[in-house]
């Protein structure tokens, strides 16, 4: 007697199981050659280096400047370094002047701080 003429023993109960069954029990040993790393993890990766976690825009330097700003020799200065804010956005309109320091700022922020006689000063260059 043997398994038919057609199926031969083929059946997925003469298998082990289907697709990845019994990876953990009775295939184990197939998992350990075929794919090692098929369970588990990747290591630890360290944090982006460079993303903006605290940022404000040129439409709220008249309100930061009630905050942090101060006067000096005429002139309004806004340490958002200080304030711990590490960009500035160009969104907005801006009416007064404004020496800011942020350690970066997108090239529309410098332009229209510029337009109304203002000035970025950065230690980034």
Same mark, same amino acid.
């Given at each position: 007697?043997?398994w ?16 990845v =069954? ?21 290591? =630890? ?5 460079? /993303?903006?976690?605290?940022?404000? !825009? /040129?439409r ?5 400047? =009630?905050?942090?700003?101060?006067e000096? #020799? #005429?002139?309004? /200065?806004?340490?958002?370094e200080?304030? #711990? @804010? ?7 309109? /801006?009416?007064n002047? @404004? ?8 090239? !529309? ?12 000063? !950065?230690?980034?260059?």
């Amino acid at each position: 007697m043997g398994w038919g003429q057609v199926g031969q023993h083929r059946a997925s109960g003469h298998k082990g199981g289907l697709g990845v =069954t019994g990876m953990m029990k009775h295939h184990y040993s197939s998992l350990l050659k075929d794919e090692p790393d098929h369970y588990g993890h990747d290591s =630890t990766k360290p944090p982006h280096p460079n /993303i903006t976690k605290k940022w404000t !825009s /040129i439409r709220d330097l008249d309100d930061l400047f =009630t905050k942090f700003g101060k006067e000096e #020799g #005429g002139k309004k /200065i806004v340490d958002l370094e200080s304030a #711990g @804010y590490e960009k500035l956005l160009g969104g907005g309109k /801006i009416t007064n002047t @404004y020496s800011v320091k942020v350690k970066r700022f997108t090239a !529309s922020a410098e332009e229209k701080l510029k337009t109304v006689g203002g000035e970025v000063l !950065s230690n980034n260059g």
